[in-house]
């Protein structure tokens, strides 16, 4: 694995290759949730994914017609973001959804390291331009409203994850841009289930039900709001699982039914 790891950049790897890393990148985010030590580098990472959440709602406003105004990240990993207009009914689930399928996509492009390091740059790149675009008005805005602290966080997490994409997608070797693509998909997938579960919890809780997205759902549709997070949960499991049978169970299938062709071909 050290060899894999410290191997040139213009190294090729095989499918065998491949899923050794993915299996590290696995190990490693078992470590990082069962040893203590280790559970602390999990905080980087619950802020990235809070801000994929955020900007998915963003995302999710402009392309349905509406504005996407500020997001904000909390220290606790909690998250908001100020949209106007768009389609409620797209612009409301897309938060958890958006983190479904980034995970589901960096599965799919993480066969190949090609696309994987184009991928990670665009990543790279969109992280640091929405921290620019929709982080750093926020701070003004923050200082009447009292969310400046969440505006400076999810600035300055944007800028900083944005460079270390890029610095990855430029330097790293193609062991280390499948390992930490896949590192990702493995996060962004337990943090969408978890998250989702967690959801599914407040839902059901008895009394006052904080804000939450299945709530504005609800509101909005009128349809109770452990619905809708069911339904999410159900689309989460689509998305991430589908990506992994299209990007390694059926070309697994397809190979190991060619072999059983070719080894059962008559001969004379």
Known sequence: MKNLLLAS???????????????????TTVLMMV??????????????LTMVHELSHGLAAVLTGGNFVRFIIEPNGAGLAYTAGGL???VIPAGYLGTALFGAVLILLGRNHRWSRWAI????????????IYGLP?????LVTGEAGGAILATISG????????????KANPSGIIFWIHFLAIQAALTTFSDLWGLIGLTTQGGQIPAND???????TYIPAIIWAMLWVLIAIVLIGG??????????????????????????
Not at 121 to 132: E, K, R, V, W
Not at 138 to 142: A, Q, V
Not at 246 to 267: A, C, E, F, H, I
């Open 214 to 220: 299945a709530l504005s759902m609800s509101n909005l």
């Open 35 to 48: 040893v203590p030590v280790l559970s602390w580098f999990n905080y980087p990472f619950r802020l990235l």
């Open 243 to 268: 990506a992994i049978w299209l990007t390694w169970v059926q070309p697994v299938m397809r190979g190991y039914q060619k072999s059983n062709l070719m080894d059962n071909w008559p001969t004379k």
């Open 121 to 132: 740059g665009l990543i790279g790149g969109a992280f640091f331009l929405f921290g620019l």
């Open 9 to 27: 950049k213009n190294s090729k790897l095989s499918t065998q290759q491949t899923l050794a890393l993915i299996g590290f990148a696995g190990l």
């Open 88 to 90: 409620r009914f797209i």
């Open 159 to 170: 800028w900083l994850f944005g460079l270390i994409f890029l610095i990855i997608a430029l």
């Open 138 to 142: 926020g701070i003004f805005t923050g």
